[in-house]
């Protein structure tokens, strides 16, 4: 990887502020890994990602708080959007609905979750057949986790980020040219 550059934008909406340090170091050798060395960068690989999901896939976000999963879910639901919308954070109300070209894209936070059930509750198993689901703390899902999900592990270093893609075979040709 190359040597980070400052976690900055030029937008102040932009990913929140400093990163904070995952305790358990998320280090894992990944068929395909990204150096994002700021805000710029975790939004430019959202974007690509919208381009590149179709209807019924999952994409799991990764990694400690501040280390850009919200702000890849911004960008992918914006560019899926077309327009430049207000992308809140699901933090509280645990899901956000948009509906883009007829597809409808589920964004989860799960971290407060106390039990894999209550995903259950939340229809996201339903969602994960039809809809486009970006869902952040996926770890909370338990054994519902998808098995053909893509997952992003994002990863603090210095002062900007890293992310590892991880997934099915079957996303393998379509992230060839991420």
Do not use: N
């Not at 430019?44 to 976000?61: K, Q, S």
């Not at 899926?80 to 899901?95: K, W």
């Not at 106390?114 to 229809?123: I, K, N, Q, S």
């Amino acid at each position: 990887f190359k040597t980070p550059r400052r976690w900055t934008s030029s937008r102040p909406e932009a990913c929140g502020g400093p990163p904070r340090r995952y305790s358990r170091g998320m280090t894992t050798a990944a068929p395909l890994a990204r150096d994002l060395p700021d805000a710029d960068a975790t939004e430019a690989l959202g974007r690509r990602l919208a381009g590149l999901a179709r209807p019924g896939d999952v994409i799991l976000l990764e990694g400690p708080i501040g280390a850009g999963k919200s702000c890849l879910a911004r960008a992918f639901i914006r560019a899926r959007l077309g327009r430049a919308e207000e992308v809140p954070s699901p933090t509280f109300t645990l899901v956000q609905v948009y509906e883009a070209e007829g597809v409808e894209i589920w964004h989860a936070d799960l971290y407060r979750l106390t039990h894999p059930d209550e995903a259950v509750e939340l229809g996201l198993t339903e969602a994960f057949e039809t809809a486009l689901c970006l869902i952040e703390w996926p770890e909370k899902l338990g054994q519902d986790r998808p098995k053909q999900a893509l997952t992003l592990r994002f990863s603090v270093v210095g002062e900007g980020r890293e992310v590892a893609l991880l997934g099915p075979p079957a996303w393998e040709a379509r992230l060839a040219d991420l």
